[in-house]
């Protein structure tokens, strides 16, 4: 019904058909432009009554309007949607949901190594929707809880970890599939895999090492014994034990073996050498010591020891002797004098001393020969009588000898000089004692 003069203007308009057909569009002395749009057909609403005039999906009014300058419908649905603008004060609208999941993830990892992937998950559809997230294979388990609420055009991160067994062989390969599922429509869901593939490393193990030092070189006599000293380190980078060894030579080991190092520790190695006692001048001993790695046989290290042998001519020890003092007296006819003197054995080793007189009128009164040890000294005494019928003014000399029998080239003496005085006889007195007579 339009009155009179009034024109609107219906620019896309559903008359309905059917049952909701009118008997008459319009009536009325007014004027009514109808535009572009006219249709009769049924407007499909879900439940007219009881008040629920939204479009069906079969609704001709869908996709059959025009622009309002309107955006969004009764619901707060965004207008238009589909193909155009829906006829009325509804849009029918039927969010679709969507999921983007993302990236895949591909990782190394040794075995009994935990390995953590972050993934991204979008909300792609255009209603808020909650996505459920499920695994499958591998060795994962979700970090993440499911299930996950996203607005539209949101994300979030999901988070996996893989725990490689300790069992597993290198090369061994581990796929997980993780999956979101949207709970509006089941049939629209995403995946992202991930793949750990397990390597294993040889295992190296800690290296030996060992030096040892210096060689040594000596001279020595037959029936020597030289001791030799040499460092043994380990040079490797653990604790270690090494076996010494002897080859050659005259020597035998005075450091127990086998002998434990810390690493970088080092100790002294000492070896004997006993030259035989019959060895040659000029025979050469060589003894090679080799430290062995108990750890890494290949290991090893090795010092030499050189003895010459050189003999020297034989210096018999030194004799020696020394007689002092000189004396001298003057003694009267058919007196006796004692002289004493002082032999020393100068020599470097015990030895015995003839002792012999010549001249003048004396006898050796200390017992001959006499042995002293080196540097021992000893009395002399000589005895000299002198005759009774020498005159005054006569000399006794008399050189007493000490020689030795190591070494009869080794002498020494001293010299005992008497010299004869006489003194005047004293007149001979008679003495007469007076003859005294008494009454
Ligand atoms: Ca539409
Ligand atoms: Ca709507």
Redesign the pocket.
Known sequence: MVASGVTPTIQATLWGSGEWANDTDWTGPGTIITGTVNLWADPGFVDPANGDY?LLPTSAAIDAGVDAGVTV???G?PRPYGAGYDIGA????VPVPGVAFAPDRAAQAQPGEIVTFTHTLTNTGEVTDTFALTLSGGWATLLTATPLTLPVGATAAVQVQVAVPTDVLSGTVGTTVITATSQRDPAVSAAVADVVTVYTVPVIPPQAGVAFAPDRAAQAQPGAIVTFTHTLTNTGEVTDTFALTLSGGWATLLTTTPLTLPAGATAPVQVQVAVPTDALSGTVGTTVITATSQRDPAVFAAVVDVVTVYTVPVIPPQAGVAFAPDRAAQAQPGEIVTFTHTLTNTGEVTDTFALTLSGGWATLLTTTPLTLPAGATAPVQVQVAVPTDVLSGTVGTTVITATSQRDPAVFAAVVDVVTVYTVPVSPKFTIFLPLVLRQ
């Open positions: 939204h419908d009764m619901d649905d509804d849009e029918y609208f």
